[in-house]
C-alpha cells in the first residue's frame, strides 16, 4: 500500500493566518483526501483531491476556507484559511490506488491555533 | 440517526481475552467495509478491508460483515497490550467516500 508523508507534523497559528498543509504519496494514487479529527472525535471529510480539476468538498466546508490543490497522481496540499481557535484540529491526507487495497492515512498535522 | 454508530466504550479487557468491537449502519449501498487502528497522536492503521458479507481472517483479527443486518464486527483473539488504541470502522458506497464512526477505545491491561 501507499506510504503518505505530511507536513508540517504540528503548528502553533495566530488567529488570522493561513497554514498550508502537504501531503505527498510515494506512488500514484487515483484518490486523495482530506480529513478533519477533532479532539476526541472520529473522521471527517473535507474534501476530495482532484487531480486536475477543483476539489469536491463535503456538506460544512467551502474551497475560500479550504482551498486545496492537487497539481499530480502524488501530492496535494490542503490550507486552512483565516484561522480562527474553532480550527484547531487535527488535519489528515488519505489516498486510495482504486485496486480494493482500501485507503492509506498520513499521521496527520496538529494545529493548534492561538 | 447517524449513517454510522459505533460504541465509544471505553472498553477495557485482560491480556489474553477474545474482543468485540462492533458497528451498525444506515445506508445500504455502502459495499466496502473497513477497521482502522489508530494510536494516539498518530494517523488511523488499516487493519481489515471487506468487500459485502462474509468472514476475512487475518492472524488474531476476524472481521465479520451482515449486509442484511447492516451490522459489521472485528474480533480480536488473544489480545495484547499494543492492541491498547482506537477502533475504527469505515465504510464506503462504490463512489469512494469513505464515513467513520466515531471510534471505540480498547485498553487491554497486562
Known amino acids: 500500500s501507499a506510504v503518505i508523508s505530511q507536513k508540517p507534523s504540528r503548528d502553533i497559528c495566530q488567529r488570522g493566518t493561513s497554514l498550508t498543509i502537504q501531503c505527498q504519496v510515494d506512488?500514484?494514487?487515483?484518490?486523495m483526501f482530506w480529513y478533519r479529527q477533532q479532539p476526541g472525535q472520529s473522521l471527517t471529510l473535507i474534501a476530495t483531491a482532484n487531480q486536475g480539476s477543483e476539489a469536491t468538498y463535503e456538506s460544512g466546508f467551502v474551497i475560500d476556507k479550504f482551498p486545496i490543490s492537487r497539481p499530480n497522481l502524488t501530492f496535494s496540499t490542503l490550507t486552512v484559511s483565516n484561522m480562527s481557535p474553532e480550527d484547531s484540529s487535527i488535519y489528515l491526507c488519505?489516498?486510495?490506488?482504486?485496486?480494493?487495497?482500501?485507503?492509506?492515512f498520513g499521521s496527520g498535522t496538529r494545529l493548534t491555533v492561538v | 440517526q447517524k449513517e454510522v454508530e459505533q460504541d465509544p466504550g471505553p472498553l477495557s479487557v485482560p491480556e489474553g481475552a477474545i474482543v468485540s468491537l462492533n458497528c451498525t449502519y444506515s445506508?445500504?449501498?455502502?459495499?466496502?467495509f473497513m477497521w482502522y487502528r489508530q494510536y494516539s497522536r498518530k494517523g488511523p492503521e488499516l487493519l481489515m478491508y471487506?468487500?459485502?458479507?462474509g468472514n476475512k481472517e487475518d492472524g488474531r483479527f476476524t472481521a465479520q460483515v451482515d449486509k442484511s443486518s447492516k451490522y459489521i464486527s472485528l474480533f480480536i483473539r488473544d489480545s495484547q497490550p499494543s492492541d491498547s488504541a482506537t477502533y475504527l470502522c469505515?465504510?464506503?458506497?462504490?463512489?469512494?467516500?469513505?464515513?467513520f464512526g466515531p471510534g471505540t477505545s480498547l485498553s487491554v491491561i497486562p
Open positions: 506512488s500514484q494514487v487515483t484518490m
Open positions: 471487506t468487500y459485502s458479507s
Open positions: 469505515a465504510m464506503r458506497t462504490s463512489y469512494d467516500k469513505v464515513i
Open positions: 488519505s489516498a486510495s490506488t482504486g485496486d480494493h487495497q482500501g485507503y492509506t
Open positions: 445506508n445500504s449501498a455502502f459495499q466496502y
